[in-house]
């Protein structure tokens, strides 16, 4: 029996915190501007926006690799349904990251093929 049961609702928030995040969605904060829609203390530069995208996926990837090794190696504390999950989170996470690549070459020959 496993005793360490995912919660579906703290996995359901997580996705929504994930897709709020990536569609830069503000989720408040003390020094919220709804004028701007831009949480100040959170500007940054596009270049951070990316490495921190990766470093999400790839961390999302890590983890869901680590507990399916966890689970083929018989650890009681690891259930299926939290593989299929971290699985799914993985790669979800890393087809919207190839998505937002395609989106951002289509833009640059688009952008290269502009007459001057």
Do not use: C, H
């Not at 959170?42 to 990837?61: C, L, R």
């Amino acid at each position: 029996m496993v005793t360490n049961r995912v919660d579906i609702n703290q996995v359901l928030m997580q996705m929504r915190a994930l897709k709020a995040e990536t569609q830069g969605i503000p989720v408040g904060g003390a020094d919220f501007n709804p004028a701007q829609g831009i949480n100040p203390a959170e500007k940054s530069n596009f270049s951070d926006m990316m490495v921190k995208a990766i470093d999400t996926v790839n961390d999302n990837q890590k983890a869901a690799s680590q507990l399916a090794t966890r689970f083929e190696m018989g650890d009681p504390n690891v259930g299926i349904t939290e593989v299929m999950i971290a699985s799914q989170k993985a790669s979800v996470s890393y087809e919207a990251l190839t998505q937002v690549r395609n989106k951002l070459v289509k833009a640059y020959e688009d952008i290269m093929n502009m007459p001057v």
